[in-house]
C-alpha cells in the first residue's frame, strides 16, 4: 500500500522528535509509517535508546501503534555473567528497591531475565531501568511479580483507579471504563491518542492494590482517517472519503440509535396536539411522561456513551410500553394515539436496543 500524506506527516512527526532526544544517537535508526503504525528499524549501541526511541516514536501525533524492531548492537560487548554481576549490583544499591534480594537476575546471550517480587509498581519499573542501562544489554524480560504489603477491595481499587484516570490532565478518560478483579485492573474504551493508551496503563499501575493490568485500549479519533491531514479539501479524494467512512462508522454505531431515539421520544410529547388527542387524557399522560423519559435516557447517551449503556435497555422498555399501551390503557380503539404509540413504540424499541448493542463492541476487549 502506497504510504499517504498523513503517514508522510506522521513519519516526519516521528523523526523530529528522534533527532531532538539528546539521550539517543538515531543516525542508524530507519522510520517507516502505513495506516498510522510506526516501523522502527535499524541499529542502537544500547537497550536503553531502543526503549527512549520507542517511547519518543508512541508519543509522536498521529500514531496508532509503534512496532519497535531496533537491534542493539555493542562493539565489545561483556560476558553474560558481567552483565549479571552489574546488575545485581546496581540493584542492591538502589535505596528505591525495599528488598532488592528479593529480584533474580539471569542473563543468556545479552538478554536479561527479572523475576522476583516487589511491592509497588514503581519498584518494578526501578529494578527494569537499573536492568536497561547497563552495558551490552541486548533487551529486558521484565517477570517480576507484584506483591501488595496490605490487601485492599477490588471496589477500592476501581475508585482510585477511575479517579486517577480522571485527574491526570495529560489523559482523556471520558470512554475509559475500569473493572478490577481480584488486585487485576481491566481497561477498556478509547482514547483520542495512541500515547494515552500507555499513560493509561501507567496511572492505574500506580494505585496501591493493583497486581496486574489489562489495558485493551484503542484509539478512536487519532488517526488518519481524522487527522487535520485528511480533514476535506486538505488531502487526497482518497483521504477525504477515509475522513467521511470513519465519522460515519462513529455515528452509526453510537451516536445515531441515540439520536433517533431524542427524536422519537421528542415526537410522542408532540403528538397528542399534532393528531389532535390532547383531550384524552390517559393517552396524553401516557405519551408526554414516556416521551419525556425517552428524550432524558437519549440526551444521557448521546453525551455520556461509554458507561450508560444500560440506559438503551430503558429506552428499549419504554418503547415496548408504547407498544402495549392501547391494549393496557384501554384506548385500542382510538385510531389516533393507538396507530401512533405502537409505531412510534416499535421504533423507539428498535433503537433502543441498537444503541446498547452498539456500544458493546466498546466494552469488549
Avoid at 471504563?177 to 474504551?189: A, D, I, M, S
Avoid at 477525504?240 to 421520544?265: H, I, Q, R
Amino acid at each position: 500500500m502506497a504510504t499517504t500524506d498523513s503517514d508522510a506527516k506522521v513519519r516526519e512527526n516521528v523523526l523530529d522528535k528522534l533527532r531532538h532526544d539528546i539521550r539517543i544517537d538515531a543516525s542508524n535508526i530507519a522510520v517507516s509509517v502505513h495506516d498510522g503504525v510506526v516501523y522502527l528499524n535499524g541499529t542502537v549501541p544500547s537497550c536503553f535508546q531502543k526503549m527512549i526511541a520507542g517511547q519518543d516514536a508512541q508519543n509522536s501525533k498521529g500514531v496508532l501503534d509503534v512496532v519497535n524492531s531496533l537491534v542493539v548492537t555493542v562493539p565489545l560487548p561483556p560476558t553474560d555473567e558481567e552483565i549479571a554481576a552489574t546488575i545485581r549490583g546496581n540493584l542492591d544499591r538502589d535505596v528505591r528497591i525495599l528488598h532488592p534480594e528479593r529480584i533474580h537476575v539471569t542473563v543468556r546471550n545479552g538478554v536479561v531475565t527479572l523475576a522476583g517480587t516487589v511491592s509497588t509498581y514503581s519498584q518494578r519499573q526501578d529494578a527494569e531501568e537499573d536492568a536497561r542501562t547497563v552495558s551490552g544489554v541486548v533487551d529486558v524480560v521484565d517477570q517480576i511479580s507484584i506483591v501488595p504489603t496490605f490487601a485492599r477491595t477490588d471496589a477500592e481499587i476501581a475508585a482510585d483507579v477511575r479517579h486517577a484516570l480522571d485527574a491526570d490532565p495529560d489523559l482523556n478518560a471520558a470512554q475509559i471504563e475500569v473493572n478490577v478483579v481480584n488486585g487485576t485492573v481491566h481497561l477498556r474504551g478509547t482514547v483520542p491518542a495512541y500515547s494515552q493508551i500507555s499513560k493509561a496503563s501507567d496511572d492505574a499501575w500506580r494505585v496501591p492494590g493493583v497486581v496486574n493490568v489489562v489495558n485493551a485500549l484503542t484509539v478512536l479519533a487519532e488517526s488518519p482517517s481524522l487527522s487535520s491531514a485528511n480533514r476535506p479539501g486538505e488531502g487526497s479524494s482518497n483521504a477525504g472519503g477515509e475522513t467521511v467512512e470513519g465519522a460515519l462508522t462513529w455515528l452509526g454505531l453510537v451516536k445515531l440509535p441515540n439520536l433517533l431515539s431524542l427524536l422519537m421520544g421528542g415526537w410522542e410529547m408532540l403528538a397528542p396536539f399534532a393528531l389532535g388527542y390532547a383531550d384524552l387524557t390517559v393517552p396524553t399522560t401516557s405519551d408526554i411522561v414516556v416521551g419525556f423519559l425517552v428524550v432524558l435516557c437519549a440526551a444521557i447517551r448521546l453525551f455520556k456513551v461509554e458507561r450508560t449503556a444500560w440506559l438503551s435497555w430503558v429506552i428499549a422498555a419504554l418503547g415496548l410500553w408504547l407498544v402495549l399501551a392501547p391494549f393496557v390503557l384501554g384506548y385500542v380503539t382510538i385510531p389516533g394515539p393507538a396507530m401512533n404509540d405502537v409505531g412510534i413504540g416499535t421504533f423507539t424499541f428498535v433503537f433502543g436496543i441498537w444503541g446498547a448493542l452498539a456500544t458493546a463492541p466498546l466494552r469488549t476487549e
